[in-house]
């Protein structure tokens, strides 16, 4: 189980969704630089995400989405 628990990392306007989202994303991002300076992991990329999230460094924002409603 990772630390620190997820109710600690959203706040009441954030989805859990959204933040498993946005720590894979980042953890894609961590493992992908890795390969790519062919770099050897000293943590798992999720641990690294997760931390990354709890100290503030990453943040989630949601996109706000721009639908017409359509009158029939």
Known sequence: MLRPAITQLITKNESCYS???G???????IADDL???E????EKPVKTA??????GE???IEA???EKTVLQ
Request: hydrophobic share 45%.
């Open 19 to 21: 933040l498993v989202i």
């Open 23 to 29: 720590v894979a994303k980042r953890a894609r991002e």
């Open 35 to 37: 390969c790519a300076n």
């Open 39 to 42: 770099q050897t992991m000293e």
């Open 50 to 55: 997760v931390d990354e999230f709890a100290r």
């Open 58 to 60: 990453y943040k989630i």
């Open 64 to 66: 706000v989405s721009d």
